[in-house]
């Protein structure tokens, strides 16, 4: 069963918060670290409140009351949150302080913030929200889990507005700590909120989810036999990091117009919520934006095919088709 959405929103290193598509002004990344561009969050958080967030809750209340703006929804039936490292900021302040405060007399609230569940906890509270509430941390499959949920949830009950969404964030220590490791040599790190309303009613639709794919270090046969398996694909949108990964993969796509998009948000473990909200821009708007550099002939755009790729080892394919 396809998922059809209703509303979006994305925070990232882009000016996309305010506007339905990508903007003709892109923001290019100056050095390893590709930092969001945050809105003023007074606009949709009461300012007693922000002082009590970190940046990873503001980016996804904000991103979710965004596109519950746009779909007209109130309270959601269902809130499923994908993010991959959580709450980075909280947990750096309490591991800091527990060194610091040698392991005494520690102050509980940036433990208790710092799970990954605060995310989507926070929104419920803040939209009296009781319905199902869930939250995936499955690392770079962290928003396809959260899809497979939401089409799940689709199924039982089509009539359902499900909030969905993938967020994750960079602090100085994650990032330092990450760089030691030698992981953004050839990648830049990235960070970002992007928030759907869904279900499986296609009225007002802006776009359809059609099918979710995830693959952890396959071989290429495996994955030569899944691209060619699928049908009508008109543009796909690839998330790499190396010109050796990207060579392999357009080789498995030779007919298919291909373009880009971790340039324009930096490599993180849910970039792929960024690229559905991209993706459904373009077959919303049927406008590529430049951007995207697409390379291929390209006559129509019903059907896009996201194959992101996280360092090589964990794969995942969405097929989203215009409404």
């Not at 007919?255 to 792929?272: C, D, I, N, Q, R």
């Not at 993706?279 to 129509?300: D, H, N």
Request: charge should be negative.
């Amino acid at each position: 069963m396809a998922l059809f959405i209703k509303g979006m929103a994305n925070i990232s290193p882009q000016a996309t918060w305010s506007v339905p598509v990508l903007p003709d002004e892109i923001a290019v990344a100056s050095s390893d670290r590709f930092n969001a561009l945050e809105p003023e969050y007074a606009q949709f958080i009461d300012p007693k409140n922000i002082r009590r967030m970190s940046r990873i809750i503001k980016f996804g209340v904000s991103a979710a009351t965004l596109a519950l703006r746009e779909a007209k929804v109130t309270i959601p039936d269902a809130i499923i949150t994908g993010t991959g490292y959580g709450c980075l900021e909280d947990t750096g302040t309490f591991l800091s302080r527990m060194i610091e405060n040698n392991e005494v007399a520690l102050n509980p609230t940036p433990f208790i913030q710092s799970t990954h569940n605060t995310i989507g906890s926070q929104i419920a509270l803040l939209l009296q929200c009781q319905g199902y509430n869930q939250t995936y941390a499955h690392g770079a499959f962290s928003f396809e889990s959260t899809l497979l949920d939401a089409i799940i949830q689709a199924e039982e009950a089509p009539e359902k507005n499900i909030l969905l969404g993938g967020v994750d964030e960079i602090t100085d220590v994650s990032h330092a700590i990450q760089k030691r490791f030698g992981i953004f040599r050839d990648a830049v790190n990235g960070e970002g909120a992007a928030f759907f309303v869904a279900g499986g009613d296609r009225v007002n639709a802006i776009a359809a989810i059609e099918s979710v794919n995830t693959f952890y270090k396959p071989d290429d046969s495996h994955l030569r036999s899944y691209l060619q398996s699928l049908e009508g694909v008109d543009l796909v949108l690839l998330g790499t990091n190396t010109k050796q990964e990207n060579d392999a993969l357009i080789k498995m796509l030779p007919t298919t117009a291909v373009g880009y998009f971790k340039h324009l948000s930096g490599e993180y473990p849910v970039a792929s919520a960024f690229a559905v909200w991209l993706a459904a821009t373009v077959l919303r708007s049927q406008v590529i934006p430049s951007a995207i550099c697409v390379k291929g002939e390209l006559k129509s755009i019903k059907k896009i095919l996201i194959l992101n790729s996280y360092f090589d080892t964990h794969y995942s394919a969405i097929v989203m088709s215009a409404c």
